[in-house]
């Protein structure tokens, strides 16, 4: 097994981890508030747990992608310019697209 397929398996069990507890947390998170006995949809506090379903539906949608990579041989690309991600850019962020440049 060659390094870059090293870090491709230890990434693609450390993305599907993170996936498994964002869809736990993103299905707690959904069933306390709709389990609120005040719940309203237009509500500041129904907003803010809206916010926070959002922000965790894109890090999913971002850990699909980088998955999605790694089965195409694509990991550790740059999407932007095509260079290498660095190995500790993509210990550091996992799911990154892009190279510390073209962040």
Request: hydrophobic residues 40%; charged residues 30%.
């Amino acid at each position: 097994m060659t390094a870059s397929s090293k870090l491709e398996w230890r990434q693609q069990h450390r993305l599907l981890g993170d996936r498994d507890r964002l869809r736990d947390l993103l299905e707690e998170l959904r069933a306390a508030a709709m389990n609120r006995p005040d719940f309203e949809p237009h509500d500041v506090t129904d907003d803010e747990a809206a916010i926070q379903a959002d922000a965790i539906e894109g890090r999913l949608a971002a850990i699909d992608e980088a998955l999605d990579r790694i089965n195409s041989g694509e990991y550790g690309l740059c999407l932007v310019c095509g260079s290498p991600i660095t190995v500790e850019r993509l210990e550091a962020l996992c799911a990154t697209a892009v190279c510390r440049y073209c962040a």
